[in-house]
DNA sequence: GGGGGGTGCTCAATCGATGAAGCGTTGTTA
DNA sequence: TAACAACGCTTCATCGATTGAGCACCCCCC
């Protein structure tokens, strides 16, 4: 068994030879190039991991033939051996496509790559079907490895996966505030204050005394949110202000719906906030076909500045929501979590701004 | 070492007996399910694969014991046994942003999703940084195995990572036409019909006869044959035309600079034709700015229809590009390359179509 | 009652990467 | 000169799932 000599000359064989080692179907292992340079393949791992035990000519001459024959680890191998793949997830909401836009996951994924490109970790994307099916497929990829951590975009509340996975103490960095889940580490944005900030501005800027919201369906805490930063201004406006409420999905066609409703009932209604810009364009729709005209007989605000409100005319003043820092900022929270950094959680609150364009009035200053 | 009778009530102590499995660290493995039922999980692996020389009995024993225990397979040492991940990776490009808006990667995830998502397989995101930095992220993640294939949404014609990758017979699906690359897979749009197709509308529909193209980049493949599509309708239109050309680079604020090109220069012109919508929207800012309205003194065109066309006042006449059919069927083909169904590299062309809106003015009809 | 054929499982090897332990060889020191 | 340390590699086991080969056992038949 033992005839090192022999191996030995085998290895020079092997490395002057005219037999090369013919990578099998394209890929090349860690094997591959160690025959070339002629080490174990365990000298070959420790070389290129710059163990202090390996000389520097094999490192060398192992970095080398990595670099002529293209070796790239095998990434299962490594998973498996590690026992954590180098992955991470995002989970989008798959059947909720009307609750927010597509823009809105498009910022999250480009701040969540940057700051997994830096860690050069890979992206894993899911999306959550439909929640009565047992085992939720992101549920699935964690279990299997596959991903070492998720970042859930997921609106809804009530997704039970969702407090299973943080009940298993699973790594998981929810998008969003979750009040009901103190145990979860999440990145959500200041909502009250936004929509506090808003209303405010309609108010005291424009002197609006009368006053329509536009929510969200009340079972998702961004619209919870949004709604009661727009009754804490009127609470603490100077001049008293009449207002009402009509809850939408968030959709388009809903802010439509919703602000043919306010017009029709409120005569005297002078400005609408609707609880994003979906629904705010959708309002704008409707109120340019009853010939009112935006700002001038009706201001209009929305929510969220992910395009939307940039494009139309008038441009709707809104809230801006950094999506993107989001991605980024949940993506960090998931590295500590992962490296047992910061195993408390944390729940970041971002501060959003307040972007002013033409649908809500002059602006003399 | 070959005792059965003891092994085997060792077995049925474990099954009775006081000592459970106690999956370790949260993550069950085979051996725990295995151990739990009292057989091999050799035994266990067959009967969850519905092996016909494992009994019934011991099948639903299995079943059982993997569903109590949350049994989920390990995807790494799956993937290292197999040889193959079950992933697919989906490129974007990260740097050139501008290139092409953010909703047409989302539409075209949602088709990738739709179609992976049907055949249970994950998806992972990479970018494509910058193109010098040697080993692009995604041809790492093509050889290292941890996807097995990838769809490819970069514009960039010069890439040299797509033409290695192509070269060395990865499974790798380009979105878009690209006829340097007769041995990639592709799946593209029929931009030549679909340019000529909305240009014909302006000129024969409505009468225009002075008319500028603003082109996107024209080592674009998409901007080269949008401008084909212009060139091709003009020469066969029934009245002759005079036309002009700027070339933009697909960002709104080139579009704005073109227009301004065009106006300046070509005072009959009576049209405006954009590569994509981002730009015509810079155009239609820029001509309001001028105090010229749309579509009364002047026409305007756009293409892709992500979104943005829609939302303008007036909405912007398009050319509708089936994103999120792009992404299934790139997926599809996709998973004919790596089933071997489908060895020869297949160049899907899928339709476009003309979306009129108001901004290329009155339609009687 | 002995051979033949099923049945139902176990054994052992494999995929690729990794690192602790082992082991020759050389240089150094008492 | 013998004991010993340092060096530089190899050997081997491991991660979890999978599968071909092998092996008890039972039933059937001549």
Redesign the pocket.
């Known amino acids: 068994?033992?005839q090192?000599?022999e191996?030995?000359s085998k290895?020079v064989a092997l490395r002057a030879g005219s037999s090369p080692p013919r990578p099998?179907r394209g890929?090349?292992?860690?094997?591959?190039?160690?025959a070339q340079v002629?080490?174990?393949?365990?000298?070959?791992?420790?070389?290129?991991?710059d163990?202090?035990?390996?000389?520097?000519?094999?490192?060398d001459a192992v970095r080398a033939a990595a670099a002529d024959l293209g070796?790239?680890?095998?990434s299962?191998?490594?998973a498996?051996?590690?026992?954590r793949s180098t992955s991470i997830a995002v989970v989008v909401p798959n059947t909720s496509q009307h609750v927010f836009g597509h823009p809105y996951f498009m910022h999250l994924l480009v701040g969540v790559t940057a700051e997994a490109n830096d860690r050069d970790v890979a992206l894993m994307m899911s999306t959550n079907p439909d929640e009565t099916h047992g085992v939720a497929a992101y549920e699935r990829v964690l279990r299997s490895?596959a991903a070492s951590g998720a970042i859930i975009a997921s609106a809804s509340i009530n997704d039970p996966n969702v407090n299973r996975m943080v009940d298993a103490a699973m790594p998981v960095v929810l998008i969003g505030r979750f009040p009901h889940l103190p145990r979860a580490t999440s990145v959500g944005v200041d909502d009250v204050a936004g929509a506090k900030a808003i209303t405010r501005h309609l108010v005291e800027d424009h002197g609006v005394r009368h006053i329509a919201h536009i929510s969200g369906p009340l079972d998702h805490q961004t619209a919870i949110d949004r709604y009661e930063g727009f009754r804490n201004a009127l609470a603490e406006t100077s001049q008293p202000c009449t207002h009402a409420l009509v809850v939408g999905d968030f959709g388009e066609e809903s802010g439509r719906a919703a602000a043919r409703q306010i017009l029709d009932s409120m005569a005297d209604v002078q400005a609408i906030f609707a609880a994003n810009d979906e629904m705010a364009y959708g309002a704008l729709l409707e109120i340019r076909d009853r010939g009112l005209r935006v700002p001038e007989d009706l201001a209009l605000a929305g929510y969220d500045d992910f395009g939307v409100s940039r494009l139309t005319t008038p441009g709707i003043t809104t809230v801006h929501v950094p999506a993107e820092d989001m991605g980024r900022r949940a993506a960090a929270q998931l590295f500590a979590l992962l490296d047992g950094t910061d195993p408390d959680p944390t729940h970041a609150v971002l501060p959003t701004s307040l972007v002013v364009r033409d649908s809500c009035g002059n602006h003399p200053a």
Request: charged letters at 20%; aromatic letters at 2%; zero cysteines.
């Open positions: 068994m033992s090192p000599n191996e030995r290895v099998r890929s090349v292992t860690l094997k591959h190039v160690a002629g080490v174990s393949s365990s000298a070959a791992s420790m070389a290129l991991a163990h202090p035990r390996i000389s520097e000519a094999t490192k070796y790239v680890p095998n299962a191998g490594r498996l051996r590690a026992g490895r």
